[in-house]
């Protein structure tokens, strides 16, 4: 089915990440993880590139059709365009679409390095539009509650939100953030201006000082003083760390929730044990929004 779709019939949509093995490990390794998210019903899983993926990477495909012919669990495929040609993306679309894949995660991709070529895209708006001409897929997109670290200008980025809403876009699905009040701001703001898409919450639980170190690196994401004193309490104590991190992710998930947010996305980081933590202790609240929305 569309994803879009779940947005008209669900007042909260709850869905998980998970990423492809390295390069050098069999794809099979990741059916543990699988295994252990099926139980939990997810309305879909999205599927990213793995590390060192790009767009010519099979593996978000295999992993794709995983998900959804194997585990019976609707996948949305991620697909970025910088450095692809309008043809090689095309055979992507005809491969996710032989394997029953109906969505996918509209993204533009890291600017390459210099004098590598970036190819016939230049922005996600295009890809979309590629993607509109060429294939039926739902199509959902990146937001940035605090603004693209490329940018850091949040109303230029809504802007762009415009833009791809304009393109054909189904549905976004926002970047991780630790402050639900960025969030809350940014919702003002798209609005604003008019763009009436349905938004996801993306939520990650933290485990681990390093991670948490990586993505503010990767993302200029916000750290609350609260959330600074949980990894300087107990970054020494891994299981402690990992709960705390748990712990803060669902009070945001319980706010966001409460507060009538369009649906949660949750950054699983390949963990049944996080995903289930956060499933298990929300599920309850979930099941009584959506029941409301039936009635």
Do not use: W
């Not at 762009?160 to 549905?171: P, S």
């Amino acid at each position: 089915m569309y994803i879009k779709q779940l947005f008209k019939e669900k007042e909260v949509v709850f869905s998980f990440e998970i990423f492809p093995p390295k390069p050098t490990s069999p794809i099979e390794v990741i059916y543990d993880t699988l295994e252990g998210l099926e139980d939990l019903n997810p309305d879909y899983i999205s599927v990213t590139y793995g590390a060192g993926g790009s767009v010519n990477d099979n593996r978000t495909c295999q992993l794709s059709s995983l998900v959804k012919n194997k585990y019976g669990i609707e996948a949305l495929a991620h697909l970025t365009c910088i450095g692809s040609t309008k043809k090689e993306t095309t055979r992507i679309l005809e491969n996710l679409k032989a394997n029953g894949i109906k969505n996918v995660l509209a993204l533009r991709g890291d600017i390459p390095e210099e004098n590598s070529s970036v190819g016939e895209f230049s922005n996600s708006q295009e890809l979309i539009k590629h993607i509109k001409q060429t294939k039926d897929f739902g199509i959902a997109v990146a937001c940035y509650p605090e603004g693209h670290i490329e940018s850091r200008n949040i109303d230029k980025d809504i802007e762009i939100l415009k833009l791809k809403e304009d393109a054909g876009a189904d549905y976004l699905i926002s970047q991780l953030f630790f402050d639900n009040n960025y969030f809350y701001n940014f919702l003002n703001k798209v609005e604003q201006k008019s763009i009436n898409l349905p938004i996801q919450a993306g939520i990650m639980p933290i485990t681990n000082r390093k991670q948490i170190e990586r993505i503010v690196s990767l993302c200029g994401v916000t750290l609350p003083s609260k959330f600074i004193k949980i990894i300087d309490k107990y970054e020494h104590d891994k299981d402690a760390l990992r709960d705390a991190g748990i712990a803060y992710a669902l009070e945001q998930i319980v706010d966001l929730v409460s507060t009538g947010v369009k649906g949660i996305h949750l950054y699983t980081m390949n963990s049944p044990y996080i995903a289930k933590s956060i499933t298990n202790c929300i599920g309850s609240i979930l099941n009584s929004i959506n029941k409301k929305q039936i009635v």
